[in-house]
């Protein structure tokens, strides 16, 4: 009887090769296409508090930690009736102020940071909002991401504005896995030429709150589906994703009670309005 020949074990026969990690270039290349799609779902994309000048941007920008914009953008129409400079908001009463405030919540550290940033603005840079990353920073209240979205959207200085949405979307699409605002901001503007940034920014967060939510991502709706690696962590039926889309996309009000001209959506209504929440 014959030698039989040598035959491969079972288990290396169903051995399957792993994936290879993404290459640099082919991250740039995908990160890249991310934000040409959604230049074309948001054309219009664009700062979601409501602002005539520097300064109202800014304390507009400062009020928003941690609370939505709509409620911002409901909050300062009074704000700014009353103490429309900095140097009306510098010498304003701290209880009156903190009254306006008071739907912002967290209004007394919000008030101690706009009366701080105005007697700072007055004090020290006559009166305006300074068009330098290092100046601003050093105002009460300000921090990078306060900095970039006035950088940007009223001086032109490319920045990129990470926030809660920015920071989850950049590591659901695994450009970085970097918690530290700081850290992401610098690996994603390593992705990108600076002409990008402010827009980028501006894209991202509208797409994180219209479908990539937190908790519950509208996967079957999002038009950079084949493009993300976190696919299937949200509702994928198209039928009940859709019943998940917010704002505009869902058919509902914005966030800024008077947005720009080419906004697709309604605008918010005012504070006390009926719907207004």
Known sequence: MGEQPATRPPSAARTTKKPQPESRVALVRRA????RELAEVYPYAHPELDFENPFELLVATVLSAQTT???VNQT??????KYPTPEDMAVAVPEELEEILRPTGFFRAKAKSVLGLSAALRDNFGG?????????????????????VVLGNVFGVPGITVDTHFGRLVRRWKWTDEEDPVKVEA???ELF????????????VFHGRRICH???PACGACPIAPLCPSYGEGETDPEKAQKLLKYEKGGHPGQRLKPPPDYPGKPASPLGAQGAG
């Open 32 to 35: 890249r296409r991310i934000n």
């Open 69 to 71: 914009d709509l409620r």
């Open 76 to 81: 300062t129409p009074a704000l700014f009736a």
């Open 128 to 148: 305006e909002v300074p068009s330098r990353l290092e100046d601003l920073v050093t105002l009460p209240g300000v921090g990078r991401k306060t900095a970039n």
């Open 187 to 189: 690996v994603v503007a």
């Open 193 to 204: 030429p600076p002409k990008d940034w402010t827009m980028l920014s501006h894209r991202v």
């Open 214 to 216: 937190s908790r519950k």
